[in-house]
């Protein structure tokens, strides 16, 4: 699987666990430890820990996919999971703003990413 493709699984099962304010960055032009950010918004603890233990678990599961490394928790509000060339961060609300890694990495690109069904449908 290509890190392009992973990054866009991780956030086609993100967004069926309702994930908030989905963002791909690609970085491959810009930085050399990964390939792409994929960042996401979680409404609460519960749901940070949900986004982490179901992304981890699909991709494991169902396409043989571990991450090398998991850092941070619900209760720090802010949780990294690195599959080497796709990093994914889940934040809470509060937590994503401060940090802003989309203003800290503007210069990336970002990947179209299909409209969840719920969003046309409004």
Same mark, same amino acid.
């Given at each position: 699987?290509?890190?392009?493709? @992973?990054?866009? &699984?991780?956030?086609?099962?993100? !967004?069926?666990?309702?994930?908030? +304010?989905?963002?791909?960055?690609? &970085?491959?032009?810009?930085?050399? #430890?990964?390939?792409? #950010?994929?960042?996401?918004t979680a409404t609460s603890?519960? =749901?940070?820990r949900a986004l982490s233990?179901d992304l981890e678990k699909? @991709?494991?599961?169902?396409?043989?996919?571990?991450? $090398? /490394?998991? +850092?941070? !928790? *619900?209760? /720090?509000?802010? $949780?990294? $999971?690195?599959? /080497?060339?796709?990093?994914? =961060?889940? #934040?809470?609300?509060?937590?994503?703003? #401060?940090?802003? &890694?989309? +203003? @800290?990495? !503007? +210069? *990336?690109?970002?990947?179209?990413?299909?409209?969840?069904?719920?969003?046309?449908?409004?």
């Open positions: 699987m290509t890190s392009e493709s @992973l990054a866009k &699984l991780c956030s086609t099962i993100l !967004n069926e666990k309702h994930g908030v +304010d989905l963002v791909v960055l690609d &970085l491959r032009e810009v930085f050399t #430890f990964t390939d792409f #950010f994929v960042i996401c603890e519960p =749901h940070l233990d699909q @991709l494991r599961e169902h396409h043989g996919v571990r991450p $090398i /490394s998991v +850092d941070g !928790n *619900a209760s /720090s509000q802010w $949780i990294v $999971i690195d599959f /080497s060339g796709v990093v994914v =961060h889940l #934040f809470h609300e509060s937590k994503r703003s #401060f940090y802003g &890694l989309e +203003d @800290l990495w !503007n +210069d *990336a690109p970002r990947l179209e990413l299909p409209v969840p069904p719920e969003a046309g449908a409004a």
